[in-house]
């Protein structure tokens, strides 16, 4: 019987991918105990959202899509005509109540100088009434002797009765006088009471400037959030507006990406995690462009996986439990030794594959 002869062939490949094999798997195994690897990355960019401050039509859009912008540069205005009626508005209120308020302060001036005539008026009164006294003292003491002499039949009665009304008409000028001085005391009491409701209304004229003053300042805002520029220098997004449509505060129109700054946010499995520190060096490939390794570092950490960031987190106290591996977000920077043209180029979004460098 003949002997079956041996593959010579066969044997020296499967040796040779034995070898091979056996090669590349020490070297993976080798590798991975300095590295870890994802592919679940992405290229992060600031976007920066264009939000109107003030509602209205837009007037006219000064960008298209992609367009690059430097910071400062309009992007797009609003119908500015009722905002400009509205600080014609508060500029008539402003000086209207800085008029209230010369008129408070005329008012004030006024009452205080009728005050000094009041002041005036009694030390008058005071003063006639003293003289009126010492006359009626007098006139007392007259018809005091003018009596006696008449009780002794020694002057004639119409010289009695003229004394006698000299009395009264002196007691008499006296009441008068008196009167004309409580009603002087009792005007000015009225004066000064006036005078402090002049004062309370200058201080609620005043709060009124301050007001309308305030008034006037928002509507001159208002007026210049009517040209919507741009904060920072980068490349706009889609552009979703025209001329014609009615924006409201607080509505995320489009974006603006600043091209000059970007990192990398790499989704680690948890068990990846083990020998894993900020600092360590970090090889990152883009999938646009594989013949360019930029180098990173990592940053930090997520304060949680990022499943709990999802709108609906998973509730494992429900329902069947499948344990399933987390992963966690890690923040790699690109380092300024990178080409920074070729940083320009990452979009936010972009695939990338990530490698840690352990050691």
Same mark, same amino acid.
């Given at each position: ?31 991975? !105990? ?10 992060? /960019? ?24 430097? /910071? ?63 006359? !009626? ?13 008449? /009780?002794?039949? *020694? ?28 009603? *002087? ?22 709060? #009124?400037?301050?007001?309308? /003053? ?35 505060? %607080? ?22 995690? #083990? ?43 429900? %329902? ?40």
């Amino acid at each position: 019987m003949e002997k079956k002869k041996t593959n010579t062939k066969f044997i020296i490949i499967l040796a040779v991918l034995v070898v091979l094999g056996g090669t590349y798997g020490i070297y993976k195994y080798m590798h991975s !105990l300095a590295h870890e690897e994802t592919d679940d990355a992405q290229i992060e /960019k600031n976007m920066n959202p264009i939000i109107p401050k003030v509602s209205g039509y837009v007037d006219k859009v000064y960008i298209k899509d992609n367009d690059f912008v430097k /910071k400062g540069d309009t992007l797009f205005t609003i119908d500015k005509r009722d905002y400009q009626l509205k600080i014609d508005e508060a500029n008539a209120s402003f000086l209207a109540a800085e008029g209230n308020f010369e008129v408070s302060k005329a008012d004030i001036g006024s009452a205080l100088a009728n005050i000094s005539v009041s002041d005036a008026n009694v030390l008058s009164a005071g003063g006639n009434i003293q003289s009126a006294k010492i006359r !009626l003292d007098r006139i007392n003491s007259d018809y005091i002797r003018y009596n006696n002499l008449y /009780k002794n039949h *020694s002057i004639t009665k119409q010289q009695y009765e003229q004394a006698l009304a000299a009395k009264l008409e002196a007691e008499n000028q006296v009441r008068i006088l008196q009167q004309q001085e409580r009603a *002087s005391a009792f005007q000015k009491s009225v004066i000064v009471a006036k005078s402090k409701v002049s004062n309370k209304q200058t201080d609620v004229a005043a709060a #009124n400037i301050k007001r309308a /003053k305030a008034m006037l300042d928002a509507a001159e805002l208002n007026l210049t959030y009517t040209v919507v520029t741009a904060a920072i220098d980068g490349q706009v997004s889609k552009i979703d507006i025209q001329p014609g449509q009615l924006v409201q505060p %607080g509505q995320s129109l489009f974006y603006i990406i600043n091209n000059s700054n970007a990192w990398v946010i790499a989704n680690f499995k948890e068990t990846q995690l #083990n020998k894993m520190i900020i600092g360590q060096k970090v090889t990152v490939n883009v999938d646009a462009y594989p013949d360019y390794n930029f180098e990173g570092t990592i940053t930090s950490f997520s304060p949680a996986t990022g499943s709990r960031f999802s709108i609906l987190p998973p509730d494992n106290a429900t %329902g069947n439990f499948v344990k399933t591996i987390q992963r966690l977000p890690v923040k790699i920077s690109l380092n300024k030794s990178n080409d920074v043209e070729k940083i320009k180029l990452l979009r936010p979004g972009m695939n990338v594959d990530v490698d840690v460098h352990l050691k």
